[in-house]
């Protein structure tokens, strides 16, 4: 995976990321989290149960940018609605669900979040990477996308749910597909 800071993206900083996704079945995507050693959380198996998650036959190259929400100007942080506005007027747009899974087979050295309590409830991990997506449901007892964790060295694929109404931190971090 190709993996470079990103420099001049709509003004602000970032990490680009080219992510192969596709080609590859959920039934195999799991096998392969689980040959090494990625663990689940209740709301990932969620989704990946969900009929509605499906995963693209055709093989494909995606670019993608990480970016804060304060990076996205919001630095006292900002709804998910908020969030993916704000980043399609920069030219980003929501991740395929299963680039989530891709990245987390391949972002393997990701800075280590510590334990696994959260400070605070209904926060996002420190360090975790949400992947932006759109949601399968708008129901919010339906998980509503991945994040990646590491905890204690176990690399995680999480889901996660919340409301319209929550409010994402000015440091949590987002990956959007870059519009071309």
């Known amino acids: 995976m190709n993996q470079r800071k990103n420099e001049k993206d709509s003004g602000s900083p970032g990490i680009r990321r080219t992510v ?23 709301y990932a198996e969620q989704l990946f149960a969900d009929e ?5 036959e055709v093989e494909r190259t ?8 304060e990076e996205l100007g919001f630095p006292e ?7 993916f506005e704000q980043a399609s007027k920069l030219g980003f747009a929501p991740c395929p669900l299963e680039l989530a899974v891709h990245l987390r087979l391949r ?3 990701q800075e280590d979040g510590g334990s696994a309590s959260v400070p605070g409830s209904n926060q996002a991990p420190a ?4 992947i932006a997506s759109e949601p399968l449901s708008e129901d919010d007892e339906v998980p509503k996308g991945f ?8 690399l995680w694929l999480r ?10 931190q000015g440091e949590d971090r987002f990956v959007f597909a870059l519009t071309p």
């Open 52 to 56: 509605r998650f499906t995963t693209s």
């Open 77 to 83: 942080g900002a709804t998910l609605p908020q969030v």
């Open 62 to 69: 995606l670019l993608t940018v990480e970016r804060s929400v």
């Open 159 to 168: 889901g996660y749910r919340c409301d319209a109404e929550h409010v994402w």
């Open 107 to 109: 972002y393997t050295d």
């Open 20 to 42: 192969e996704i596709g080609g590859v079945s959920k039934k195999e995507l799991l096998q392969q989290l689980s040959t090494r050693n990625v663990s689940l959380n209740a």
């Open 147 to 154: 994040y990646l964790r590491k905890i204690e060295g176990t």
């Open 127 to 130: 360090r975790s990477i949400t």
